[in-house]
């Protein structure tokens, strides 16, 4: 038990040294970019829920 358990942390290890990490830059600019979606998309839904909300008013 004790054997593959150090197997599978060796292997785990093996493996995350082939991966290509991004540099810092690039984690920067993707994290702006996200949160910059993640708000703009916030915006136009509450826009959209505004303007219906209205309407609904009107309506009623």
Do not use: C
């Amino acid at each position: 038990m004790i054997n593959k358990f150090n197997n599978y942390i060796k292997s785990s290890i093996s493996e995350l040294k082939k991966v290509a990490w991004p540099s810092r830059k690039e984690t920067t600019n993707h994290t702006i970019l996200v949160i910059g979606i993640s708000l703009g998309l916030a915006a136009f839904l509450g826009l959209i829920d505004f303007f219906l909300t209205k309407l609904l008013q009107v309506i009623l």
